[in-house]
């Protein structure tokens, strides 16, 4: 008997994708900082219906995002064939389910639609452009040693 425990043939936390996890980390943060400062300006312009309209607008353009690296992360360890599949799946997915969040949303007056859109458009920008910049930073081996 050994006092090791037994670990997985795959662990969760591997290096390879631990840039993506930094995305998500990082992403999520920035989607916070946006989410407060947006929120604070377009109540200031709007009232009420400017914060409506700014945390709806955060939380479509940062799930929309975030959602791809958080379905990469959990295929990490499949196929690349069924990483693919699952990415343009979900992809699909979230493309439909925006489109019908704005529809049933386009019937309703309570928020503010500039205010949506500009924090939508805004949190795509700039959690895309963070975890893009999480990724390019982190230093990972590009071969992971064989287990002995």
């Known amino acids: 008997m050994t006092d090791t425990p037994a ?7 591997s290096p390879h994708t631990a ?11 920035a ?12 109540t200031a312009i709007d009232g ?3 914060l409506w309209g700014t945390l709806m607008g955060a939380a479509v353009g940062g799930a929309f ?3 791809t690296a958080i379905v990469v992360i959990s295929t ?13 799946g979900t992809w699909l997915v979230k493309l439909l389910a925006a489109m019908g969040i704005v529809a049933v949303l386009s019937r309703f007056d309570f928020y503010s639609r500039p205010a949506f859109a500009v924090t939508v458009i805004a949190a795509l920008i700039v ?9 390019l930073k982190t230093r990972a081996p590009y071969v992971e040693p064989a287990a002995t």
Do not use: C, M, N, Y
């Open 76 to 88: 990490a360890h499949s196929a690349p064939q069924t990483t693919a599949a699952v990415v343009l």
């Open 48 to 50: 009420t219906p400017g």
């Open 19 to 29: 840039g993506l996890r930094k995305a998500v980390r990082f992403g999520a943060l």
């Open 31 to 42: 989607l916070a900082v946006l989410a407060v400062f947006s929120a604070a300006a377009w």
């Open 127 to 135: 959690v895309l452009a963070v975890e893009t910049w999480a990724i």
């Open 7 to 13: 670990t997985p043939a795959q662990p969760a936390d």
């Open 65 to 67: 995002v975030l959602t």
